[in-house]
Every structure is written in structure tokens, then in C-alpha cells.
């Protein structure tokens, strides 16, 4: 059975960095894609970014100077940097896992941007 944890929220001030883990278990492939989506209160969740097994990243084109996605394989986990925070960057961020057809989340991890 595959698990999908996320860790790293908090409460931040705007221009502070957070770094966000996803930390995945169980029997997986060689290759699959990993991504990070956030919902704000009040939207529909979006994709922030995503990055293979390979290290190919991709990114929405509006976050791609602030956010920064990188995996460490020895860990089975993929992390997201966030930097210069801004308060419309609160949401609850998901990790999802994309093994050939299937598709699997974590909880989530909220994160809000508050002075």
C-alpha cells in the first residue's frame, strides 16, 4: 500500500521560505511523477509543480521564480522551497504521486502567510 505524508507547514510572515516534504512508502515503480498542489480557501486546487523520477521539473509559469522543487531519492521524498512568501500563497499544499494509472495524496499540509 502506497502512503503519501506531507510535513513542513506553518505560519510564516511575508518574505520568509518554507520548505515542504513529501515523504512516500510502499511499493512503487522506477519512475513516476511527483507534484505539489495547493488549495486556497475558497478556490479550486491547482498545480504547483512537478518533477519524475528523473529530476525533470516543471512548474505553473507564475511561481516559477519563487518555488523550487528537488527530491532526495535516498529518502523516497520530494521537497518544495518556497521563497519571499506571500500572503495569497495560503493554502493547504498536497503531494500527489502518479504511478503509471493510479494517483495517490497525502492529508496535507497547511501553510499561511500572515504578518
Known amino acids: 500500500q502506497v502512503q503519501v505524508v506531507e510535513s513542513g507547514g506553518g505560519l510564516a510572515q511575508p518574505g520568509e521560505s518554507l520548505r515542504l516534504s513529501c515523504t512516500v512508502s510502499g511499493n512503487m515503480p522506477s519512475d513516476f511523477l511527483t507534484g505539489w498542489y495547493r488549495q486556497a480557501p475558497g478556490k479550486e486546487r491547482e498545480l504547483v509543480s512537478t518533477?519524475?523520477?528523473?529530476?525533470?521539473?516543471n512548474y505553473t509559469s507564475t511561481l516559477t521564480h519563487r518555488y523550487t522543487i528537488g527530491r532526495d531519492p535516498a529518502k523516497n521524498t520530494v521537497y518544495l522551497y518556497m521563497d519571499n512568501l506571500k500572503p495569497e500563497d495560503t493554502a493547504v499544499y498536497y503531494c500527489?504521486?502518479?504511478?503509471?494509472?493510479?494517483?495517490?495524496w497525502g492529508p496535507g499540509t497547511q501553510v499561511t502567510v500572515s504578518s
Open positions: 518533477i519524475t523520477q528523473r529530476h525533470t521539473a
Open positions: 500527489n504521486v502518479k504511478p503509471a494509472t493510479q494517483s495517490y
